[in-house]
């Protein structure tokens, strides 16, 4: 009778054993890289010593910024809610409200007031503030609450920057209105593959040049905020940061981040942003262009930017790679379409 309790004890004992403690280290990194989220991966380290361990080696890091807020904290969410009235009309007051996330903005009652991201909307704590725990970041992802620049309704605007210490590539798409594609007996555009001499009268140039500057000031900015994170996490291989509503991302490689770190990086006279170097832009433009699933895109325009003269680190063929890999979805198609109409350089002053 003893012998049989015997046995009962030794095999609740076998059942009630820490199954966990059984999994090897290795796997639950693999675990923890795939979860990425900071604030998932900020729960799994109140768990247990072992996940606190094991939480500041994750390689993947995603980072959710919930709002924005000024230095000595207020709430900035007003600012997400308004949009300029005008493009091109109102061009000054475009310059004061496109850079939601990070521009340092002028304030009627307190003119030197900055705003910076804030992880949380219960804590005050800035991206590299929460990263600073993390030793081992390989791939870093951080996603902005709303995109850069303030646009009218029913416009489609969206770009995607390359930085090393200064711009390499980015690319500007845009549209006025997407909307039902017409019979082909009701083709609301005549089109013959030039831009049409009311472009340059009725404002269309001037509102392309705007989108342009407008998003080169948003890639700059965000490029200028990441220093800190940057010099802090010497193992960051690749960073991405883009926004909740999609319309800008700026990417940076494991060669682009070692010219960060080596070169020197040049700020603007005037405010907190990476300066734009000079540079050429090729402009695309379609009165009508046609979207899959039977769709449309008025005005729809393409601006691809890269330095001009010598340094740029760029051939062509990279260049119209990151062009046409730049959108997914329907906007990838009409790029690839765009790309193959007549182009139009410009050139642009830094700044």
Sequence with gaps: MLKTQSKIRIHDADICADQFD????????????????????????????????????????????????????????????????????????????????????????????????????????????????????????????????????????KWKAEFGSTLQSCVVFGGTQIERKPGTDQRPFEDNGSIPESFYTNGGLKLRVVWTISSLIAASTRHYLLQPIIKDHPTLKTVVLTDADGQGTLSMGGQQLREFRENPLIASASS????????????RYAPFLELPEGMGMQGATLVAIKPSGEGSGKSKKEVDSFICGAFDGPFKAAVKALVKRRTYLLEMNGF
């Design 22 to 157: 059984k999994i090897p280290d290795s796997v639950l990194l693999i675990i923890l890289n795939k979860i990425a989220d900071i604030r998932t991966l900020g729960r799994c380290a109140a768990v247990s010593k072992r996940l606190n361990s094991l939480v500041p080696l994750v390689e993947d890091v995603y980072v959710k910024i919930d709002k924005v807020v000024s230095i000595d904290g207020d709430s900035d969410e007003t600012l997400y809610s308004q949009k300029p009235p005008s493009l091109f009309t109102n061009f000054l007051k475009l310059f004061f409200t496109l850079l939601k996330p990070f521009h340092h903005l002028n304030n009627g009652n307190d003119g030197n007031k900055f705003f910076f991201p804030q992880v949380s909307r219960h804590t005050s704590h800035t991206p590299d503030q929460v990263l600073k725990n993390f030793h081992h970041i390989h791939n870093l992802r951080i996603e902005l609450p709303s995109g850069d620049v303030g646009t009218e309704d029913g416009v489609v605007l």
């Design 272 to 283: 907190r942003r990476t300066q734009v170097p000079a540079s050429n832009m090729r402009l």
